[in-house]
């Protein structure tokens, strides 16, 4: 497991995409403890997700999860980050318009410390991420399955299967670095066409749900920890050595820089 000395920054993920190495691992976080933990055993990234509104709020969705939330959780978070990269999610509703967004994004990044904030992305906010761009906050995009825009006719699926959505969902992503982000997330993506995303991005692509061949991967903490149940088809538990937290999150982060996770 190769491990950087000095704090992993966005050049260090740009870095590694571009080598094509060893793929990042990242896992998200909502408290300072598990931040420790998992700094501690490598990950390159921390994420903040609004996942914590069904995870720590135990909501059915992400839905009810509040600005003053995701300021909260980030500063837990931050207050005990040491090497990994911080990146926080955008609530629902908190980016409807850029004067909103850019905003809600300098909270996340003044009040809240973290590096990057993540939005929910479709052509509709291509414009969002430019301005956030121009006033210097890095951008992660968040493309494919987007829980905060999840209705009862647009369920948990795959995304890409049909030719259409597949063009659209590249023109998306080339639409979004073209206006200034500095990373893409892939979730639920049909996995040949996550790889092209990949190979066609000048940015480094994060997947969940979405194959082997982005540049790095994501996972829900809770997922990987198997206390998630019903849990996602894509997640894997790697409790299974019962040994303890660190040694899961070690194998994992181990598993996703050789490639043999997902
Ligand atoms: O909120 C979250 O945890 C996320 C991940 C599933 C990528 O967005």
Wanted: proline share 4%; hydrophobic share 40%; net charge negative.
């Amino acid at each position: 497991m190769s491990m950087p000395d000095s704090s992993v920054t966005l050049d260090t993920l740009h870095r590694m995409a571009r080598e094509g190495g060893d793929r990042f691992a990242g896992l998200t976080a909502y408290d300072a403890t598990f931040t420790r933990v998992l700094d501690a055993c490598g990950v390159e990234f921390i994420l903040v997700g609004d996942s914590l509104g069904m995870v720590i709020q135990g909501h059915p969705n992400t839905q009810p999860v509040t600005m003053d939330d995701m300021v909260y959780h980030t500063q837990c978070v931050a207050r005990s980050i040491q090497r990994a990269l911080l990146i926080s999610d955008l609530p629902y509703m908190s980016c409807c318009d850029v004067p909103m967004a850019q905003a809600n994004a300098m909270r996340l990044v003044q009040e809240g410390g973290a590096q990057v904030v993540k939005l929910e992305a479709s052509q509709d906010q291509v414009e969002i991420v430019r301005a956030l761009s121009d006033q210097g906050t890095p951008v992660c995009a968040h493309l494919g399955l987007r829980l905060q825009s999840l209705t009862k006719l647009t369920g948990i699926r795959r995304h890409g299967r049909t030719s259409e959505e597949a063009d659209e969902l590249q023109e998306t992503a080339l639409a979004l670095e073209q206006a200034g982000a500095d990373l893409l997330l892939v979730e639920c993506v049909v996995d040949n066409l996550a790889a092209e995303i990949t190979e066609q991005a000048g940015i480094p692509v994060i997947g969940i749900g979405s194959g082997a061949a982005c540049d790095g991967q994501i996972l829900v903490l809770y997922d990987l920890l198997g206390l998630t149940d019903p849990a996602p088809k894509h997640a894997r538990s790697f409790m299974n050595s019962g040994r303890g937290v660190a040694d899961a999150v070690r194998a994992y982060v181990e598993a996703v820089h050789s490639g043999s996770f997902p």
